[in-house]
C-alpha cells in the first residue's frame, strides 16, 4: 500500500515538540468509497476540501505528559483513545501521560476532516512515525546524559532505562531532547509483532471523566458573559419571517435579533430565552414546499428513476422497489454553539467535523476575513454525520453580531428534528435477472431527494450524510433480493451469498453464521445474514428477530464478524459495531420522520423511535478477524449490514417482503 | 422573584428564580452543575435524569418550586471524593460510554432502578427509556448487572 513520506521535525526549544504533515490521500479514497453510484447523486452539501497537508502536533512536557493536538473530532468514536494508543506504544509511554486535547481550526488552511471513516486508517502511520521520532531523541538525550551509548538504553513507562538501573523520566529529557536533531536511535516505529499497546482491548481514555459528568461539551462550557440563545424557527421547512412582535420585554430578556433562519432570543437563562421564544408573535411565509407530503415525495422520486434496460433472453426477474424515509442524525447533545464576535475578530467554540470549513464560512457570514476567526473544536455528544455542517456555528455568530455580545446558542430538540439535517428520502429498484442457477445481470437505481444540488429530486429540504451514507440504505435493498433470488433457486441464503463474495468477505460471512446459522428457532422467529465491504474492511451480520407480533419485532440476537486489518482498539471496535447495530435496528425497524405540508411530522425522541433499552438485542457479539493489513474503516461499517440483516431477518420472520423503511411507522 | 432553598449534592444552596423555571436550568444555568444535559426538555430522552430525595426526576420538567426544601443528587454528587459509586464503577469496568452525553441520565437511571430492585432482570432492565444515541444498550446492561452484585 502506498504511504506518503512522513517528515517529522523539531519545532520548539524549550520542550521537545515535533510536527508531523499528514497526507489527504486517505482522505481521498474515503471520498472514493463514498462517491455516489449513477443515478443515486451526493446529496450533502458538505464541501470537503483541503490543502495537501495537515499537521499533528506532539510535545512532552517537563511534567512528563504527552501531548498531541489532534485535528480530528471527538464525537464518541473513540478517536481520542486510539491515538493515546498509537502515541503510547511508539513512545513507550504510559496511556495515562498521553494528552489528546482536540486542535483549534488550523487557520493556515489545511484537511482537519472527520468522516467517511477515515481517521484511524489516515492517523496510523504518521502518529506512530511522530512518536517514533519522539522517543528516538528522548533516549539519545538520555544517552549524552550518561555517556553512554544509546543502543543499550530502553524505555519503558513514560521513561528511559539505562543497562545499569538509572531511569530518567521523559519529562526530564526533553528540554535537552529538544535541541537534538539526529537521534543516535533509529526512529522507526516498531514492528507489529512488539506491540503491547496497539491490539489490547483498552477503556476509553475519557472513561471517568464521562462517568463522572466532568467531561464538558460546548454547552458545558464557560465563556465569559456568553448568554443563552434559542431561534424561533418555522412551522414549515424553508418559511420565513413576515412580520414579529418582538418579546424584548419578558423578563430576562437581553437580545432579540432577527437571522435567516428565525428570530433568536438571547437571555439570561435557556428558560427565559424558551419563555421569550415561545411568546413571540410571528408570521411566517407558507415556505416553498407546504403542499408537499410523503406521498408526493414518493411519487416524484419514483418518477425520476431511469428506465430499465432489457433484461437478458430467457431470463426470470426477481425484483423490488424499497422506499427509505428521511431519518435524523438526532445526536444527544442537540446542535450548540459558543460565539464571541467583536468589530475585527470572532471567537468560536463548538463541536465540528469539518472545523476549517466551518471558520471560513463563519467569516464570510460575518463579513470578517477568514484568519480573524478562530475556531475551539469541543468534544461532541454524538454526531452521526450531523457535525459535518456547521449550522448552528454560522447562527451564533450572526446572533452574537447582532447582539453585540457572546452567545451560547441551544438548538432545541423540536428543532434538530424538524429543521434537520436528515439523511434523505431514498427510492430504490433493485432488479436481478437469474439464469442458468445465477444471477446473470444485477441492476440498481436509485433517486433520493437532493438539497439545490440540481440532480436527483431538488427540495429545499435540510440534508446531511448520515452514518454510512448511501450504504446505508443501497445494501438493505439488495440483500432482500438477494434473498428472494436464494429461495427461487432454492439455494440456502448463506451458501449463495458465498458463491459472490471475495475471499475476506466470505471469511466474514462463515465466522458470523458459524454454530448459528440455519439452527432452529421458534414460530414467528427468523434469522437474517448480510455482508458489507467498504472503507477497506469487511462485515458480516447475523440477525435473529423475534416478530411474534409484527408490529412490536424485537431483535433478539446480533452477531458481527468484522476485518478491519490491523485493530487499534478491539473494545472500541466493538463499541462502533454495537452502535451500529442499534443504526440499523432503528432505521429498519422503528426510526424514521414523515413530512406533512412541508413540515416534519417528528419532533422528539417521543415521536421519532430511535431503538431504547428494550428494543436492543439482549445477545450481541463481535468476532474480530486476526490481520495484519493497515487499518480500514470502521466508524460506519457496521449499519449496511446490520440494518441488511435485520430486514432479511424480518422478511423470513414474517414471511413478508419489506419494501418501505422503517417498517413499523 | 421567589427564593428557592435547596440541596443539591450535599450542599445548601439558594436560587432567585421564577417558580415554573425547571430544576434542569435552575442546576445548569444557575447553580453551573452541568452533569444533567438537556437532550428534549420533555422527559423523554432522559438524558437530565437526576434524584429528588433518592428517587429519580427529569429536571427537565420538574420545576424549582417543587424541590424547595428537598435534596438533589446530580451525576456529580454520586461518587463519594474520589471513590466512585459502584454504579460508576461498573461503567468503567465496561467502557460503556461513548459520546458520553446521556450517560448520566443513564447512571442516574441504574442506580434507582437497583435502589428499587436490587438484582434486575432483563426485563426489569428492558424498562429503562433512557435514550442512547450511540446504541451502548448492551453494555449499560452489562454494566447494571455487574453492578447489581454489589447491592
Redesign the interface.
Known amino acids: 500500500m502506498e504511504r506518503r513520506k512522513v517528515i517529522v521535525y523539531a519545532l520548539s526549544a524549550s520542550t521537545l515538540t515535533l510536527v508531523a504533515p499528514l497526507g489527504i490521500r486517505r482522505l481521498a479514497q474515503a471520498e472514493a468509497a463514498q462517491a455516489p453510484a449513477p443515478g443515486d447523486p451526493h446529496r450533502s452539501d458538505v464541501v470537503v476540501v483541503g490543502a495537501d497537508e495537515e499537521k499533528l502536533v506532539l510535545e512532552v512536557t517537563a511534567a512528563n505528559k504527552v501531548r498531541v493536538r489532534l485535528p480530528r473530532a471527538e464525537?464518541?468514536?473513540?478517536i481520542t483513545t486510539a491515538v493515546a494508543m498509537m502515541i503510547a506504544e511508539e513512545l513507550d509511554a504510559r496511556l495515562a501521560d498521553v494528552d489528546i486535547p482536540l486542535a483549534d481550526a488550523r487557520t493556515d488552511g489545511g484537511n482537519q476532516f472527520t468522516g467517511g471513516s477515515s481517521s484511524v486508517s489516515s492517523l496510523y502511520d504518521p502518529a506512530r512515525r511522530l512518536a517514533a521520532a519522539a522517543r528516538a531523541r528522548l533516549v539519545t538525550a538520555a544517552a549524552r546524559q550518561w555517556h553512554v551509548p544509546a543502543k543499550t538504553l530502553r524505555t519503558k513507562d513514560t521513561t528511559v532505562v539505562a543497562p545499569d538501573g538509572r531511569t530518567a523520566t521523559f519529562g526530564s529529557l526533553t528540554a535537552a531532547a529538544s535541541g537534538i536533531t539526529h537521534p543516535d536511535v533509529p526512529a522507526k516505529p516498531k514492528p507489529a509483532a512488539q506491540h503491547r499497546t496497539i491490539g489490547r482491548p483498552t477503556?476509553?481514555i475519557?472513561?471517568?471523566?464521562?462517568?463522572?459528568?466532568k467531561?464538558?461539551?460546548a454547552?458545558?462550557l464557560?465563556v465569559a458573559g456568553a448568554k443563552?440563545a434559542v431561534v424561533a424557527r418555522s412551522p414549515k421547512l424553508g418559511g420565513t419571517v413576515v412580520s414579529v412582535d418582538d418579546a424584548r420585554a419578558m423578563?430576562g430578556v437581553l437580545a432579540v435579533v432577527r437571522i435567516p433562519s428565525g428570530v433568536a432570543v438571547v437571555a439570561?437563562?435557556?428558560?427565559h430565552a424558551?419563555q421569550a421564544r415561545d411568546a413571540l408573535k410571528i408570521k411566517w411565509s407558507s415556505g416553498p414546499i407546504a403542499t408537499l407530503s410523503d406521498a408526493g415525495i414518493r411519487t416524484r422520486l419514483r418518477a425520476a428513476l431511469p428506465p430499465l434496460s432489457a433484461a437478458p433472453r430467457g431470463s426470470t426477474p426477481v425484483k423490488g422497489e424499497f422506499e427509505f424515509a428521511f431519518v435524523s442524525h438526532?445526536?444527544?447533545?442537540?446542535l450548540t454553539a459558543v460565539a464571541d464576535v467583536r468589530t475585527d475578530r470572532a471567537e468560536l467554540w463548538f463541536s465540528s467535523q469539518t472545523p476549517v470549513e466551518a471558520a471560513e464560512s463563519v467569516a464570510a457570514a460575518i463579513r470578517l476575513p477568514a484568519g480573524k476567526v478562530r475556531v475551539h473544536v469541543v468534544?461532541?455528544?454524538?454526531?452521526?454525520g450531523r457535525r459535518l455542517n456547521y449550522d448552528a456555528a454560522i447562527e451564533a455568530a450572526l446572533i452574537s453580531k447582532a447582539a453585540r455580545r457572546p452567545v451560547k446558542l441551544?438548538w432545541?430538540?423540536a428543532d434538530d428534528i424538524r429543521h434537520g439535517r436528515m439523511r434523505p428520502a431514498t427510492y430504490r429498484r433493485v432488479r436481478a435477472n437469474v439464469k442458468d442457477g445465477r444471477i446473470a445481470r444485477l441492476d440498481h437505481d436509485a433517486t433520493s431527494v437532493n438539497e439545490g444540488a440540481g440532480h436527483g429530486l431538488d427540495l429545499p429540504i435540510p440534508l446531511g450524510a448520515w452514518r454510512s451514507v448511501d450504504s446505508g440504505t443501497s445494501r438493505v435493498a439488495e440483500e432482500l433480493i438477494l434473498d428472494e433470488v436464494a429461495r427461487t433457486l432454492h439455494k440456502d441464503p448463506v451458501a449463495f451469498r458465498r458463491t459472490r463474495l471475495t475471499a475476506p468477505a466470505k471469511a466474514v460471512l462463515d465466522k458470523a453464521a458459524a454454530g448459528r446459522w440455519g439452527r432452529l428457532l421458534p414460530a414467528h422467529w427468523g434469522q437474517g445474514v448480510a455482508v458489507h465491504e467498504e472503507y477497506g474492511s469487511y462485515l458480516a451480520c447475523l440477525a435473529e428477530i423475534d416478530a411474534t407480533d409484527p408490529r412490536k419485532p424485537r431483535v433478539k440476537t446480533i452477531v458481527m464478524a468484522v476485518d478491519v486489518g490491523t485493530v487499534i482498539n478491539p473494545?472500541g471496535l466493538e463499541?462502533q459495531l454495537?452502535?451500529?447495530?442499534?443504526?440499523g435496528i432503528s432505521t429498519i425497524l422503528h426510526a424514521g420522520l414523515h413530512i406533512d405540508r412541508g413540515a416534519v411530522r417528528e419532533s422528539?425522541?417521543?415521536d421519532f423511535h430511535?431503538?431504547?433499552?428494550?428494543q436492543?438485542?439482549?445477545d450481541?457479539k463481535v468476532h474480530i478477524m486476526p490481520s495484519k493489513r493497515a487499518p480500514g474503516g470502521a466508524g460506519e461499517l457496521g449499519v449496511p449490514a446490520a440494518a441488511a440483516a435485520v430486514a432479511t431477518a424480518y422478511a423470513r420472520a414474517t414471511g413478508t417482503h419489506p419494501r418501505r423503511f422503517p417498517i413499523v411507522s | 422573584m421567589p427564593q428557592y432553598s435547596l440541596t443539591v449534592n450535599g450542599e445548601p444552596v439558594t436560587v432567585d428564580a421564577p417558580a415554573d423555571m425547571p430544576l434542569l436550568w435552575a442546576l445548569r444555568d444557575l447553580l453551573g452543575i452541568t452533569g444533567p444535559k438537556y437532550g428534549c426538555g420533555i422527559g423523554a430522552c432522559r438524558a437530565c435524569t437526576s434524584h429528588l430525595d433518592g428517587a429519580e426526576i427529569q429536571p427537565c420538567v420538574v420545576p424549582i418550586a417543587d424541590c424547595a426544601g428537598r435534596q438533589v443528587t446530580t451525576i456529580e454528587g454520586l461518587a463519594d471524593g474520589d471513590h466512585l459509586h459502584p454504579v460508576q464503577q461498573a461503567w468503567l469496568d465496561c467502557d460503556v460510554a461513548q459520546c458520553g452525553f446521556c450517560q448520566p441520565g443513564q447512571i442516574m437511571a441504574a442506580v434507582a432502578l437497583l435502589n428499587r430492585t436490587p438484582h434486575p432482570t432483563d426485563a426489569d432492565i428492558d424498562k429503562i427509556e433512557n435514550v442512547c444515541r450511540c446504541g451502548t444498550y448492551h453494555r449499560v446492561r452489562q454494566a447494571i448487572k455487574k453492578a447489581s452484585g454489589h447491592h
Do not use: N
Request: net charge positive; glycine share 12%; aromatic share 12%.
Open positions: 464525537v464518541g468514536q473513540g477503556t476509553r475519557d472513561a471517568r471523566d464521562l462517568v463522572t459528568g467531561a464538558r461539551y454547552g458545558d464557560t443563552p423578563p439570561e437563562t435557556f428558560h424558551f438526532a445526536p444527544m447533545e442537540v468534544r461532541a455528544g454524538g454526531s452521526f441551544m432545541s430538540r473494545r463499541a454495537m452502535g451500529a447495530a442499534m443504526d422528539s425522541f417521543a430511535y431503538a431504547r433499552q428494550r436492543s438485542p439482549l450481541f
